[in-house]
């Protein structure tokens, strides 16, 4: 079984929430995002998201676009992000998904990036901007190498185009809170919790909230809602603000457990 289906299963059968922070592989640089992938594992972090650097991320905000830009002048590339990833799984079982737009893996070849991804040790993919109804070729090549290519729904998703999207899910849903790109947000959408309603209707796959989410009081909020939530932007404004490495992996480790606290329950979310 894949490692984050077999993850969301447990979490799910232990009635807790998934905490899947995201960081910007190789922001600013590959050696510090290479410290930091340990710190969010030990910290609880039940999954981890990985951006791949891209010169025009469409569906990121100003912080992510910024830590896009840091990695691709550190000289980021694909090859770099799978030896991250690698030299990662070597020590941690933590299942890692990467968010990747769909001109890198066109440039490396569908087939090529996939395989090359499962080597890693990659579980799954993340692609903003391809559109559900052109995955076909990406959905084959990717379960051939055991990937998973996660479903997005928005709140602009009808019910129609929503139960397609469903009957192929795998892994988990993302469940875009916002109609926008990411950001830290002051409070959550009204309409996420319909929206991960109509969701959970058409299936059993876990729907997992991200885009927006800012502090350890908001993910309890999208959690009692959702079985999970993904953590970005908050956490890369975070680390941009910290010049040296240990700042940063004290903050990393400082975020991720007030999150992973507040997920359950444990003491007051801020």
Do not use: W
């Amino acid at each position: 079984m894949n490692s984050l289906t077999k993850r969301m299963h447990e979490l799910k059968a232990e009635g807790k929430k998934a905490l899947i922070p995201f960081l910007t592989a190789g922001d600013p640089d590959f050696s510090s995002t290479a410290e930091l992938l340990p710190v969010l594992a030990e910290n609880g972090a039940d999954v981890i998201e990985l951006g791949v650097p891209f010169s025009d991320p469409l569906a990121d905000g100003p912080v992510l676009q910024a830590a896009a830009g840091r990695a691709l002048a550190a000289g980021a590339t694909p090859d770099c992000v799978f030896r991250l990833v690698r030299e990662f799984r070597q020590n941690f079982a933590t299942p890692v998904v990467l968010l990747v737009y769909y001109n890198n893996i066109f440039r490396l070849g569908t087939d090529r990036f996939c395989k090359q991804a499962a080597l890693a040790g990659v579980d799954g993919l993340v692609v903003p901007d391809l559109p559900f109804e052109e995955a076909g070729e990406l959905d084959i090549a990717a379960a051939e190498c055991g990937l998973i290519n996660i479903r997005f729904v928005s709140p602009t998703t009808t019910d129609r185009r929503l139960e397609k999207i469903c009957e192929t899910a795998a892994g988990f849903i993302y469940c875009v809170s916002v109609a926008g790109v990411t950001g830290e947000r002051s409070e959550l959408d009204g309409r996420v919790a319909g929206l991960v309603r109509r969701a959970a209707a058409f299936t059993a796959v876990p729907v997992i909230v991200g885009f927006g989410i800012s502090t350890p009081r908001q993910a309890a909020d999208a959690a009692s809602v959702a079985d999970g939530v993904i953590v970005g932007s908050a956490l890369v404004a975070r680390l941009a603000a910290e010049k040296e490495v240990e700042q940063k992996v004290k903050v990393a480790a400082e975020f991720i457990s007030s999150l992973q606290a507040a997920l359950k329950g444990e003491k007051e979310s801020v």
